[in-house]
């Protein structure tokens, strides 16, 4: 029994691996025989990761926090400030009526014609529609396709960690488990992405059906994003991740900030068999809680392409399916018309009321 509200449960077991371990499964990025020549000084960068990895250096480059953070004496980590000012920069050029209205087009599909399947998905074809239909209108389409997670050397997304179910203000805003230099946990992707999104009126998601659900490309991504949704601007109110802190700062009362909230956005999902009801739902579901606006019926859409038909006449299958070409760019239209009406001033109905549950 824990009386304390605060207490911080442990007993899951270490995952520290020994040395050996850690120089085989290093060792690993060097397996092409082009890197027999250079053996020893491989194993000179084994010792120097080892090292960072036993003495758990997650941030080795830091600076203080400064003025404006509620413990400026804290040494932040200088990978989560770049990210920070990206994302700022990013919001100045979202709020600023004079910047051309942006929005992010997000291919949900691993496929892609530069890697194992080698060929296009479906997919990108109908996000060229979408895409077609935005510039027509004079509106930057920023293009995010995520298959490059699948085909692009070093591209990554990794998993949320779920800080969110400790305490929401241990789930910083950006996200700050990333990198995570220790234990080689780089070139997150993510840090990027945040200030697309953020600078982006509209956001535009075309994705098929895995499972029953999104692919996994897109759902690591949907994940990462939960610190937009009530995430602390202040890793410094927690000192980082102590938990205990988290969880103090939260049963203070927590205000959930809504860092994506009022953009727009626009849904098309296909499959082939079964589930693109229920993917288009979690989705329009997953960015309404997050307070982004649905652009009308028109803009939120699932359908079949070549229904129990071979995957390999897909793509004619939707060649010959013009209305869901049309009902895409129509989706599309919807997003651009609603983006617009946002930029003369129109605000949604609930707009000026408060939410009586903070979570």
């Known amino acids: 029994m824990h009386d304390d509200a605060s207490d911080v449960r442990k007993g899951q077991g270490s995952t520290h691996i020994d040395k050996t371990a850690f120089a085989e499964r290093f060792r690993q990025r060097f397996f092409d025989p082009a890197f027999d020549a250079v053996q020893p000084e491989i194993g000179r960068l084994i010792d120097l990761a080892w090292e960072a990895y036993d003495g758990h ?21 200088v990978d989560w400030i770049a990210a920070r000012d990206a994302i700022a920069a990013a919001e100045k050029r979202h709020r600023d009526p004079a910047a051309s209205l942006r929005i992010l087009g997000v291919c949900g599909s691993p496929r892609s014609d530069e890697t194992c399947p080698g060929e296009m998905s479906k997919t990108f074809r109908l996000i060229q529609l979408a895409r077609e239909i935005v510039e027509a209108a ?40 990333y990198p995570n230099h220790a234990i080689g ?138 209305g869901f070409q049309e009902e895409t760019r129509n989706a599309a239209r919807a997003l651009v018309r609603q983006v617009q009406m946002m930029r003369e001033g129109r605000k949604e109905p609930d707009s000026e009321l408060d939410e009586p549950r903070k979570k």
């Open 57 to 77: 250096r997650k941030a080795p480059r830091t600076r203080k926090a400064g003025p404006g953070f509620a413990d400026p004496d804290y040494d932040l980590s």
């Open 138 to 177: 004079g509106i930057e389409f920023d293009l995010l396709d995520l298959s490059h997670l699948t085909s692009e050397y070093g591209r990554v997304i990794y998993p949320c960690k779920g800080c969110v179910s400790t305490a929401m203000p241990l789930c910083h805003w950006p996200c700050s488990c």
């Open 185 to 322: 946990q780089v070139n997150d992707w993510m840090n990027e992405l945040y200030p697309r999104w953020v600078a982006a009126h509209g956001i535009f998601i075309a994705t098929p059906v895995h499972w029953y659900q999104v692919p996994s490309t897109l759902k690591l991504m949907m994940d990462r994003l939960v610190c937009a949704d009530g995430g602390n601007p202040d890793p410094t109110s927690t000192h980082g991740k102590d938990a205990a802190k988290a969880k103090e700062l939260e049963l203070k009362g927590w205000h959930y900030p809504r860092h994506l909230a009022g953009r727009a956005f626009a849904i098309v999902v296909h499959g082939d068999v079964e589930g693109a009801r229920s993917v288009r739902t979690a989705l329009a579901d997953w960015l309404t809680w997050m307070h982004l606006v649905e652009a009308g019926a028109s803009a939120i859409i699932d359908r079949y392409v070549g229904y129990y038909e071979p995957y390999a006449t897909s793509h004619q299958a939707l060649d010959r399916d013009e």
